[in-house]
């Protein structure tokens, strides 16, 4: 049925780029987020976007750096992933919501793929 599935992570120096892809399956979502988790650490928000707000919104430690975007025709949304940090390391996880806005919380979703490491080093 509903599967959303995370892909494009990897292996890449400080100051490099890497896009990570979510593509959804079985349903169409108007919310998508990204969240990352490093290992003992919690799953902190990264970006959303929605059908129902302006523009984006990110977190303050990517924000220059990360671009979401979405297209709506592949049910695929997209993380831009500029200047990378060492900090950046962790892994990736693409939630979607179906018929609400809000994209800031874990709960806000209804859905989670199963994550892609992204690893950046010094």
């Known amino acids: 049925q509903v599967q959303l599935v995370e892909s494009g992570g990897g292996l890449v120096q400080a100051g490099g780029s890497l896009r990570l892809s979510c593509a959804a399956s079985g349903r169409t979502f108007n919310t998508y987020g990204w969240f990352r988790q490093a290992p003992g650490k919690e799953r902190d928000f990264v970006a959303g976007i929605t059908s129902g707000g302006p523009r984006p919104w990110y977190a303050d430690s990517v924000k220059g750096r990360f671009t979401i975007s979405r297209d709506n025709a592949k049910n695929t949304v997209y993380l831009q992933m500029n200047s990378l940090k060492p900090d950046d390391t962790a892994v990736y996880y693409c939630?979607?919501?179906?018929?609400?806005?809000?994209?800031?919380?874990?709960?806000?979703?209804?859905?989670w793929g199963q994550g892609t490491q992204v690893t950046v080093s010094s």
């Open positions: 939630p979607a919501r179906l018929c609400g806005f809000g994209y800031l919380r874990p709960s806000d979703y209804d859905y």
